[in-house]
């Protein structure tokens, strides 16, 4: 998991709710990510942001909002108009010296 | 971004090397081989990663062939613990046009004692 924390674990809501994902980071690394994995699939990019202030639509960003308002922190916000939200949301970031990319232990978002 | 091909799933017996294959005929020149893997319900976990020299690491290996089109990530004595989805993916390395990984679907490996 290296210094990337997601809370919480576990995460359930009703239809039609907003709710938000919590994504802090201390490793000081610029570039954070938010992934969504659904049942026997690999990781899709929802949203990500190279740097403060700034941010760039993933390959499924419909439904999705973020904020990059200090390097450390990147919520992401799932709104009701996301038509299939539960699934298990993964935060990362890069070390663009190492050229590694970590994970955080991700969120797994209930939504009925 | 480059796509990557893998097989579904592979078994190992403890104790002996397990050999994971990963075609990438389309990869660029700038464009690196990553390995993660993922087991069950936690984030995904690097591996290791190489342009085109072969790496070496205290977890595994990675050989690149010479054309680049394909890889091969090593465990040389694989473990019960090492039962996990494996992820080959090319991608061009951290900068300002951005470093998104792309996941494919990954070989499951299983570790049999």
């Known amino acids: 998991d290296g210094g990337i924390t997601q809370s919480p674990k576990y995460l359930f809501r009703k239809e039609g709710q907003n709710v938000t994902l919590s994504c802090e980071q201390n490793l000081n690394h610029d570039a954070m990510y938010w992934y969504r994995q659904d049942p026997g699939q690999g990781l899709r990019l929802i949203y990500y942001?190279?740097?403060?202030?700034?941010?760039q639509k993933g390959d499924i960003a419909e439904g999705y909002s973020v904020s990059r308002e200090k390097k450390e922190s990147f919520p992401l916000t799932v709104t009701s108009a996301q038509k299939n939200p539960t699934a298990f949301y993964l935060c990362a970031t890069d070390d663009a010296t190492s050229k590694e990319q970590y994970f955080g232990p991700g969120t797994r978002l209930t939504v009925t | 971004d480059a796509k990557t091909t893998q097989p579904t799933s592979m078994d190992c017996a403890e104790g002996r090397a397990a050999n994971l294959p990963c075609n990438h005929s389309?990869?660029?020149?700038?464009?690196?081989v990553y390995w993660y893997r993922q087991i069950h319900s936690q984030g995904p976990q690097y591996i290791i990663h190489?342009?085109?020299n072969n790496e070496t690491n205290e977890m595994a290996s990675l050989i690149i062939t010479e054309d680049r089109k394909s890889s091969t990530l090593i465990l040389p004595h694989a473990t019960l613990r090492d039962t996990a989805v494996y992820y080959c993916?090319?991608?061009?390395?951290?900068?300002?046009?951005?470093?998104?990984?792309?996941f494919g679907q990954g070989t499951e490996l299983s570790v049999k004692p």
């Open positions: 190489g342009l085109k």
């Open positions: 993916i090319v991608r061009v390395a951290p900068s300002n046009q951005g470093g998104k990984l792309i």
């Open positions: 942001s190279q740097i403060v202030n700034d941010f």
């Open positions: 389309t990869i660029s020149g700038n464009e690196y």
